[in-house]
């Protein structure tokens, strides 16, 4: 069934209720009923977060004073862990790909640790993480600077 708008002196009727409003927001954009609104071509102001209820004067009173809930200022760190193992390259001189491969494997168990403090303090379960699997990780690192390569051989 079509959904139908009755007004006083006509009917209106669409294929669906989207259809409706979609075409009354056209014809209302086409009028200009939304033009020289206050605000327009700026940023919307979203300083009221939906979500806090209960929270919302703790956030507010955080962020008047440039502070973040612990679980945001975790995610900060964990985002930054990350980040710096994705920029990390391995020194390619001979001799040190063992220990390169150590140094990027304790910076996986580094971002793991970020990972697990911030999945400890996130409010809900479906925003935590998961973490790093270092075999994956070892791997990676493999492929990047095979064992058996050594990208300045020494000549007789």
Known sequence: MSPIRREQD???????????????????????AFDNLPGQGRPLRL?????????????????DHDFAPPWVEASREM???LEALRRAEPP?????RAAARRAYLERVEA????IDHFNLLVPF??????RLSPADAADRFD??????????????
Do not use: C, M
């Open 10 to 32: 006509h009917v209106e009727v669409g294929a669906t209720w989207e259809d409706l409003v979609e075409r009354k927001i056209r014809e209302a954009q086409e009028r200009g």
């Open 79 to 81: 985002e930054q862990a």
């Open 111 to 114: 971002a793991n640790a970020r």
């Open 92 to 96: 390619r001189r001979a001799g040190d």
């Open 125 to 130: 379960t479906w925003l935590q993480r998961p």
């Open 143 to 156: 492929a990047a600077w095979p064992p058996d390569s050594d990208p300045h051989p020494r000549h007789a």
């Open 47 to 63: 300083d009221d977060n939906p979500y806090a209820r209960d929270w919302a004067l703790a956030f507010k009173i955080l962020k």
